[in-house]
């Protein structure tokens, strides 16, 4: 991939709008983690827990994209991130957290809850970067104040329109789409243009029409019970 192509720029921009709706979810855990602390050790436990999860984020995200290479992972990451695409729209977010009690104990809490937590953003950054580690490096580098400063903001933008998650799901079934089209033994299968560009929008259109029929029905079933 060539540095300032447009393949380029719509590779950064799918992982900015990866960040924005999955990065979220870990930055309110990261603010949860250090809520019983004293204020003046609040930002320190945020910064610090923060270094510690990026860190760790950066080594997984970069096996990741190496692991990706070997042949037949990329489908199976393409699934595994559909999965995720379709998560995202149905499930509930739960956010309880135990708060650390103290420094490290927060600090620790907030490492060990980000890296299972940011599993699905390694993938989704992983297989948005193409098998480019400047993406992956310029991904962490836009995760960073997002994780850090951007919780409270992300949650009152979600509450206000719960269209950004719906578009982040169809962005995270794109990237799926495109991970295993790019899978290299299937590329003859995707040779044709329309049948690519065919499957890539069908994907979109299977996790998002699921994903609202199937909350559509828990609404009519909670409706029933009320």
Do not use: C
């Amino acid at each position: 991939m060539e540095l300032f192509s447009g393949e380029f720029f719509s590779a950064l921009l799918a992982i900015i709008m990866i960040d924005l709706v999955l990065a979220g979810d870990n930055a309110i855990v990261i603010g949860l983690a250090a809520r019983n602390l004293p204020k003046h050790m609040q930002k320190k436990v945020i910064m610090w827990g923060t270094v510690g999860a990026i860190a760790i984020r950066a080594a997984a995200t970069l096996v990741v994209v190496w692991l990706l290479k070997i042949p037949g992972l990329l489908v199976v990451g393409g699934v595994l991130l559909l999965w995720v695409a379709y998560k995202l729209l149905v499930e509930e977010k739960d956010h309880n957290v135990s708060a650390g009690s103290n420094f490290w104990a927060a600090i620790r809490t907030i490492i060990i809850a980000d890296a299972l937590m940011g599993l699905d953003n390694v993938l989704a950054v992983a297989g948005a970067a193409h098998g480019s580690f400047v993406l992956v490096v310029l991904g962490l580098i836009i995760s960073i104040p997002i994780v850090v400063w951007g919780s409270t903001i992300i949650l009152k933008f979600v509450e206000r329109y719960p269209v950004i998650i719906t578009i982040g799901a169809g962005v995270l079934a794109w990237t799926a789409s495109k991970m295993i089209v790019g899978e290299p033994f299937l590329q003859p299968y995707f040779a044709n243009p329309f049948i690519k560009y065919g499957f890539e929008l069908l994907m979109i259109v299977a996790v998002l029409g699921l994903g609202a029929y199937v909350k559509s029905k828990r609404k009519t079933v909670e409706k029933q019970a009320a």
